[in-house]
């Protein structure tokens, strides 16, 4: 008896992740030489054939959710980052050079996560990281070692200089012992894979809607990011592209300012202007008046600004940087006014987003070297609870799953709301 035939549907889903392994299984065409280390606007990057998104296509197809399966496949066509969270060296030195063998095969240019510094996430909902700053710099050098000679792209440690041991709270870290730490960590970790001969290194900068420019980029100055090809902004947020590329080019320019720009303002980046200002002082055209949260619309103050006192910095002369860009397709998420008495984590598992623009080295923005897919589509943030005290994240009506964990719901709403549309990867 012969086996039935797969309905027509079904078997386009089918086709199409055949071709996306197929893709990765075979060399693709030579990249051009890139203008910046690894990266260039010709770089493409690997994509795993047997990721998450490809086994939930799978998933939906047997369940007879076409629509969803489609959509899943055409996820599953797009490069996405790997996250390197645990293990003993040994283990994530195999893990790693496991990856880069892989990619290096296709001629691919693969994106690894290092997280897994000491005290990470402030003991909240991704908290974990090595034992001691020796245990996490022996497990950075063994990631290191993985990566060897071949092609890689490496974000740092999202959060881990946004959230620094001082941030956690107020009795958390009294000497600043801890702190320094953190930023003697990270340092060894940027100049430790930077040293191997082909591989990228972006150390993470939280986001627009974070941390102060000036604060966020005397941090960057402080952990070594000018050993490193730049730095990375909204890993697992969903603010706009525009918005953390105007913040990203400022924090670029502050760096300038305040180490190579005018002799006086040395050492000063609390000197450049914020994010968070509301009005120009009478007469003088420069920022002035703080506030608590950030207004694009006023944000021609703080454009002033930098035009008035880095316009001499060299286009070459600036820190680039990478942007996330896995669900802000649909910009941040906000609950309805008066809707939760406390932090409503808006952050965290924000309903209704979607995928963003789709991963490229060929951004064509001045100093963003390329849109990724860092934070992997469908995995939760966590079990969130809007601080109602409960267990159960009001949003959804359910317990979200841990941080890390793969959500099928959350991966076919962020791929139906894709803006632009999602269509499969080249």
């Known amino acids: 008896m012969k086996a039935p035939r797969p309905r027509r549907g079904a078997a386009a889903v089918l086709a199409a992740l055949a071709v996306c392994a197929a893709l990765t299984a075979t060399p693709a065409r030579a990249q051009g030489t890139p203008t910046r280390d690894v990266l260039g606007p010709a770089t493409r990057f690997y994509v795993d054939p047997h990721g998450k998104a490809a086994r939930q296509a799978l998933v939906d197809l047997r369940h007879g959710d076409l629509a969803n399966a489609a959509n899943m ?26 990856l880069v063998r892989r990619a290096g095969a296709v001629d691919r240019t693969p994106v690894l996560v290092a997280y897994n510094v000491p005290g990470r996430d402030c003991t909240q909902y991704s908290s974990g990281g090595a034992a001691s700053s020796a245990a996490y710099r022996q497990w950075i050098d063994a990631f290191a070692a993985g990566i060897g000679d071949r092609e890689a792209v490496v974000v740092v440690e999202p959060d881990g200089l946004a959230l620094l041991p001082k941030d956690c709270g107020p009795g958390d870290d009294p000497t600043g012992a801890l702190t320094a730490a953190r930023i003697a960590d990270l340092a060894h970790a ?15 900068a939280g986001n627009v809607l974070w941390r102060p420019v000036g604060d966020m980029a005397q941090r960057l100055l402080d952990a070594g990011v000018r050993s490193a090809d730049g730095f990375s902004l909204n890993v697992s947020n969903t603010l706009p592209t525009a918005h953390n590329a105007r913040y990203g080019a400022w924090m670029a320019k502050c760096m300038w300012f305040a180490s190579q720009g005018p002799e006086q303002a040395r050492g000063h980046t609390d000197w450049c202007a914020s994010q968070y200002y509301s009005s120009a002082a009478p007469n003088d055209g420069v920022p002035g008046n703080a506030v608590d949260s950030a207004d694009p ?10 035009d008035q006192n ?23 998420w906000a609950p309805e006014p008066g809707k939760y008495s406390g932090d409503p984590e808006v952050w965290c598992n924000a309903p209704g987003r979607g995928l963003g623009p789709r991963p490229t080295a060929a951004t064509g923005v001045p100093l963003v070297d390329a849109y990724l897919w860092i934070k992997v589509p469908g995995e939760s943030d966590g079990s969130c609870t809007r601080n109602t005290g409960g267990t159960v994240d009001p949003e959804y009506g359910i317990v979200d799953p841990p941080a890390g964990a793969w959500w099928p719901d959350q991966a076919h709403t962020l791929a139906r709301n894709a803006e632009p549309r999602l269509t499969f990867g080249r």
């Open 310 to 332: 880095a316009g001499a910095a060299p286009a070459g002369g600036l820190q680039h940087f990478v942007i996330d860009t896995s669900r802000n397709g649909r910009g941040s």
């Open 297 to 306: 619309a006023t944000w021609r103050w703080t454009d002033a600004w930098f």
């Open 73 to 98: 496949a055409r996820l599953a066509s797009w490069p996405q980052a790997e996250w390197f969270t645990e293990g003993t060296p040994d283990e994530v030195r195999a893990k790693v050079g496991k």
């Open 190 to 204: 940027v100049t430790t894979l930077k040293a191997r001969p082909h591989t990228a290194v972006y150390l993470d």
